[in-house]
């Protein structure tokens, strides 16, 4: 695997349920983002994760949970959602310093029943 | 509030026809500039990026772009599209020395054979 992958591609939840996104990187990157990607708005930045530490909570709900177990890994764990939060959910990682251009995963389509 | 701005929501060009989408950010600061692509059903891909020197910045597939800083613009440019530039673009814009970025809404361009 090269890249950002994400898993899974597709996700459909009804809005108790529980589930979990997931994001790997693989370009030995220090930081990590979630960005929400609706439409006709610009993706929105959800969190960041800087050598495993949160740096960033752009005011996201408490539904949304991220976890970063190592530099590698970036979870999304979803609980009690609302139709509205129905989007594409992107990953992307980067270098922290020098040209930190950052790289995007295909991202996980959620749809909330 | 920082804010980046694509004036066009949606293009539609023949083929040969020249291409310029616009891009304008609010920041007074340094700033590194980037242009990324999402062709139908892919993920967000660097078509190019603006750190310092040339103002004007030659990307993947004949793209280009133009920092004016003057205007506070980055905007896009290719002298003669192809079917296949059919995708939404989106302008970012990160202010140097941070890792952040700023999204614009995005442009979805339509190449018609």
């Known amino acids: 695997e090269t890249g950002v992958t994400q898993t899974p591609r597709h996700l459909v939840m009804g809005m108790t349920n529980k589930k979990s996104l997931k994001c790997e990187q693989h370009?030995?990157?220090?930081?990590m983002y979630w960005y929400k990607q609706s439409a006709k708005k610009p993706l929105e930045l959800m969190f960041v994760?800087?050598?495993?530490?949160?740096?960033e909570n752009n005011s996201v709900p408490s539904r949304f949970s991220p976890e970063c177990p190592n530099s590698s890994h970036l979870f999304l764990h979803l609980h009690t959602l609302q139709p509205e939060d129905s989007a594409l959910y992107l990953c992307?990682?980067?270098?922290?310093?020098?040209?930190?251009?950052?790289?995007f995963g295909p991202g996980t389509r959620l749809t909330v029943l | 509030a920082q804010s980046v701005s694509q004036h066009n929501h949606h293009v539609i060009l023949s083929e040969a026809a020249s291409l310029e989408l616009g891009c304008n950010y609010s920041?007074?600061?340094?700033?590194?500039l980037f242009w990324y692509v999402q062709y139908p059903g892919q993920h967000l891909q660097l078509l190019l990026k603006?750190?310092?020197?040339?103002?004007l910045v030659k990307g993947i597939k004949g793209f280009e772009a133009e920092f004016i800083k003057s205007k506070f613009s980055f905007n896009l440019r290719k002298p003669s599209v192809q079917w296949s530039d059919t995708a939404e673009y989106f302008c970012?814009?990160?202010?140097?020395?941070?890792?952040?970025?700023?999204f614009g809404t995005g442009t979805r361009l339509k190449v018609l054979a």
């Open positions: 970012a814009v990160m202010h140097s020395g941070t890792y952040k970025y700023i």
């Open positions: 994760y800087n050598f495993k530490e949160q740096t």
């Open positions: 992307a990682s980067s270098q922290v310093s020098g040209y930190n251009e950052q790289f």
């Open positions: 920041y007074g600061g340094t700033v590194n």
């Open positions: 603006y750190f310092s020197g040339d103002p």
């Open positions: 370009l030995g990157h220090n930081a």
